[in-house]
Nanobody, 127 residues
Framework: QGQLVESGGGWVQAGGSQRLSCAAS????????IGWFRQAPGKEREFVAV???????YYADSVKGRFTSSRDNAKNTVYLQMNSLKPEDTAVYYC?????????????????????WGQGTQVTVSS
C-alpha cells in the first residue's frame, strides 16, 4: 500500500507564489488521476484542480488562471503552482489519487472519487 505526501506549503504574502508537491510511492503513479482539494477553517473541503494520467487538467473557477497543475511521472510527483495568491486561498491543501478512469473530467471534482489522500499541507496567505 502506497502513500501520498504533500510538501511546499507555508506562509506567503498576497500576490505571491507558491508551489506544492505531491509525491507518491508504492503504486503505478502514471495510471492515476491526481486531484487537489483544500479546506479552510470552518469550511468544507473543496475541489481546486485535477490532472489526469494523460496530462489534461481542470480547475475550479476560483483558481482558474492563477493555479497550474503539472506532473512528472518519472519522479512520481504532481505539482500545483499557485500564483497571484489571495488571503482567501488560505487553507490546508490535500492531494488525492483516483484509480478509476471517468470519461468526464468534472467527475473528479467530487472527493469521493478518490482512493488515496495525503496528509495535507498548510498554505497561509497574508494580506
Amino acid at each position: 500500500q502506497g502513500q501520498l505526501v504533500e510538501s511546499g506549503g507555508g506562509w506567503v504574502q498576497a500576490g505571491g507564489s507558491q508551489r506544492l508537491s505531491c509525491a507518491a510511492s508504492g503504486r503505478t503513479f502514471s495510471d492515476y488521476t491526481i486531484g487537489w482539494f483544500r479546506q479552510a477553517p470552518g469550511k468544507e473541503r473543496e475541489f481546486v484542480a485535477v490532472i489526469r494520467s494523460g496530462g489534461s487538467t481542470y480547475y475550479a473557477d476560483s483558481v482558474k488562471g492563477r493555479f497550474t497543475s503539472s506532473r512528472d511521472n518519472a519522479k512520481n510527483t504532481v505539482y500545483l503552482q499557485m500564483n497571484s495568491l489571495k488571503p482567501e486561498d488560505t487553507a490546508v491543501y490535500y492531494c488525492a489519487a483516483a484509480s478509476r478512469n471517468y470519461a468526464v473530467t468534472t467527475a473528479y471534482t467530487t472527493a469521493t472519487r478518490y482512493d488515496y489522500w495525503g496528509q495535507g499541507t498548510q498554505v497561509t496567505v497574508s494580506s
